[in-house]
Protein backbone atom coordinates (compact mmCIF):
# COMPACT_ATOMS: atom_id res chain seq x y z
CA UNK A 1 0.00 0.00 0.00
CA UNK A 2 1.36 3.44 -1.38
CA UNK A 3 1.62 6.35 1.11
CA UNK A 4 0.17 4.10 4.01
CA UNK A 5 0.47 5.51 7.62
CA UNK A 6 2.47 3.28 9.60
CA UNK A 7 3.10 3.10 13.25
CA UNK A 8 4.97 0.44 15.36
CA UNK A 9 2.17 -2.55 16.50
CA UNK A 10 3.14 -2.24 19.76
CA UNK A 11 1.83 1.22 19.82
CA UNK A 12 -1.90 -0.02 19.09
CA UNK A 13 -3.94 -1.12 22.06
CA UNK A 14 -7.35 -1.60 21.92
CA UNK A 15 -8.67 0.43 19.03
CA UNK A 16 -6.30 3.68 20.41
CA UNK A 17 -3.06 4.84 20.31
CA UNK A 18 -1.68 7.22 22.98
CA UNK A 19 -0.97 10.53 21.55
CA UNK A 20 2.08 12.83 23.03
CA UNK A 21 0.99 16.56 23.30
CA UNK A 22 4.04 17.47 25.34
CA UNK A 23 4.03 15.42 28.05
CA UNK A 24 0.76 15.08 28.76
CA UNK A 25 -1.23 12.00 26.55
CA UNK A 26 -4.55 11.73 24.67
CA UNK A 27 -6.09 8.59 23.84
CA UNK A 28 -7.29 8.21 20.13
CA UNK A 29 -9.38 6.09 18.63
CA UNK A 30 -8.01 4.95 15.00
CA UNK A 31 -8.98 2.37 12.44
CA UNK A 32 -7.12 0.38 11.55
CA UNK A 33 -6.23 -0.84 7.93
CA UNK A 34 -3.28 -3.87 7.49
CA UNK A 35 -1.39 -5.48 10.27
CA UNK A 36 1.62 -6.86 10.04
CA UNK A 37 4.20 -7.86 12.92
CA UNK A 38 5.97 -4.65 13.28
CA UNK A 39 3.54 -2.06 11.70
CA UNK A 40 0.23 -1.54 11.90
CA UNK A 41 -1.47 1.01 9.16
CA UNK A 42 -3.78 3.53 10.28
CA UNK A 43 -6.62 4.63 8.04
CA UNK A 44 -8.52 7.01 10.14
CA UNK A 45 -8.06 8.57 13.59
CA UNK A 46 -3.94 10.19 13.55
CA UNK A 47 -2.86 12.62 11.90
CA UNK A 48 0.38 12.34 9.57
CA UNK A 49 3.37 13.48 12.07
CA UNK A 50 1.73 12.54 15.25
CA UNK A 51 4.34 11.30 17.90
CA UNK A 52 2.70 8.38 19.70
CA UNK A 53 3.65 6.08 23.02
CA UNK A 54 5.16 2.92 22.20
CA UNK A 55 4.62 -0.02 24.72
CA UNK A 56 2.02 1.99 26.92
CA UNK A 57 1.83 0.96 30.58
CA UNK A 58 -1.30 -0.40 31.65
CA UNK A 59 -2.50 2.39 33.56
CA UNK A 60 -1.65 5.19 31.71
CA UNK A 61 -4.99 7.35 31.25
CA UNK A 62 -5.85 9.94 28.71
CA UNK A 63 -4.37 13.35 30.24
CA UNK A 64 -1.39 11.67 31.47
CA UNK A 65 1.75 13.09 32.38
CA UNK A 66 4.81 10.73 30.30
CA UNK A 67 8.61 11.46 29.89
CA UNK A 68 10.25 10.61 26.74
CA UNK A 69 12.59 7.84 27.72
CA UNK A 70 14.31 8.14 23.62
CA UNK A 71 12.90 9.05 20.20
CA UNK A 72 12.85 6.09 17.40
CA UNK A 73 14.04 6.82 13.82
CA UNK A 74 11.15 7.77 11.54
CA UNK A 75 9.56 4.81 9.58
CA UNK A 76 9.94 5.02 5.80
CA UNK A 77 10.10 2.79 3.52
CA UNK A 78 10.21 2.24 -0.25
CA UNK A 79 6.11 1.43 -0.68
CA UNK A 80 4.85 3.75 2.10
CA UNK A 81 5.05 7.56 3.24
CA UNK A 82 4.97 6.99 6.86
CA UNK A 83 5.79 9.93 8.94
CA UNK A 84 4.93 9.31 12.39
CA UNK A 85 7.62 9.33 15.11
CA UNK A 86 7.20 6.53 17.49
CA UNK A 87 8.53 7.37 20.66
CA UNK A 88 8.74 5.87 23.81
CA UNK A 89 7.63 7.54 27.46
CA UNK A 90 7.32 6.20 30.68
CA UNK A 91 4.10 7.28 33.08
CA UNK A 92 5.58 9.79 35.67
Known amino acids: VQDALLVPANAVRGGQVFVLD ?3 VRARPVKIGIQG ?3 VQIVD ?4 GARVVVNPPAGLASGGRVRLAH ?4 LAGPHHRARLLASSATAR
Open 22 to 24: NEV
Open 37 to 39: RAT
Open 45 to 48: GLDE
Open 71 to 74: REPR
